[in-house]
């Protein structure tokens, strides 16, 4: 398990407390697009599907070592669940990661909104204060966001593990991931996307940026818990709370993506660290939206 990943699970046993080792996996569902959970006491969480992780993601062994325990996931502890998130595949890993989620979200049930928290009208990109000097470097594609960049002229790279991903007019921004250490230290700004939990490298992604780097962490695979993350430097998380968990993997277990569920049975929802305050240390508190 990354470091992170175990804090976030560490913080979020220490807030349910006995309560989390009463909780199992009511439901899940490996989709197309997204894992999502519904657990035990109605929370729901979802993690993006990690499909070039399959081997092969065809009917054979190999591909079915893969699967985390089909037909046997009703029932699963959320404990036996989090074991995942340090061993196994990566689709094991996202079901754990989607598990996580549910239990953040238990978490934000139980104790609120965190203390000190008001809200923002930004999204998790127009958050960070990038200004038409800075160079961008994101994570993995960001299509709107590249979009944008292209129009205003905004300097940036995109590194990427698999460049069939990007359009023509996209690749000249493009940069193997093999060249993080290269690209990395440059960035004003530096938006990643939440598969890198999965993957196992956002840990090392974050060591690589310099002091004052403005960090975005994005996608319906972040944890919203924040205090882990803004150790590491995180200003912006843009993650997902799943407000109707049936629906939610009805929709999966049909195919359905994002442009399907949010708006209905989740939310986007963006927490940013504040500025520092004048003559003083950092504050942090967060700032949430739904959108």
Avoid at 137 to 150: D, K, Q
Wanted: glycine residues 10%; hydrophobic residues 40%; charged residues 20%.
């Amino acid at each position: 398990m990354s470091d992170l990943l175990r804090e976030i699970s560490d913080e979020v046993a220490a807030r349910l407390g006995p309560a989390q080792d009463r909780l199992s996996i009511e439901r899940a569902v490996l989709g197309l697009f997204f894992v999502g959970v519904k657990l035990s006491n109605g929370a729901g969480g979802v993690c993006a599907t990690p499909l070039k992780g399959i081997p092969q993601a065809v009917c054979c062994p190999s591909s079915a070592q893969a699967m985390p325990a089909p037909g046997k996931l009703h029932g699963r502890s959320v404990g036996q669940a989090l074991e995942d998130l340090h061993r196994g595949g990566q689709l094991r890993r996202a079901l754990a990661i989607a598990t996580l989620n549910a239990l953040v979200e238990s978490v934000w049930q139980q104790d609120g909104v965190p203390d000190g928290v008001s809200q923002n009208g930004r999204d998790a990109l127009s958050a960070l204060d990038i200004q038409p000097h800075h160079h961008v470097v994101l994570v993995g594609g960001f299509p709107p966001y590249m979009r944008e960049f292209i129009r205003t002229e905004q300097s940036f790279r995109v590194l990427e593990l698999d460049p069939t991903v990007l359009k023509p007019e996209e690749l000249p921004y493009y940069v193997p991931a093999a060249q993080a250490a290269q690209t990395i230290p440059h960035a004003h700004a530096l938006v990643v996307t939440g598969t890198t939990l999965i993957n196992g490298s956002l840990d090392a992604l974050l060591d690589l940026a310099r002091p004052g780097t403005q960090i975005a962490l994005i996608g319906p695979s972040v944890p919203l818990l924040p205090g882990p993350f803004l150790k590491r430097g995180v200003a912006v998380l843009g993650g997902v709370r799943v407000g109707d968990p049936d629906a939610l993997l009805d929709c999966l277990a049909e195919g359905g993506s994002g442009y399907h569920f949010f708006g209905k049975s989740a939310e986007r929802v963006t927490l940013r660290a504040a500025p520092p305050r004048s003559g003083g240390l950092p504050d942090s508190t967060f700032c949430s939206r739904f959108h």
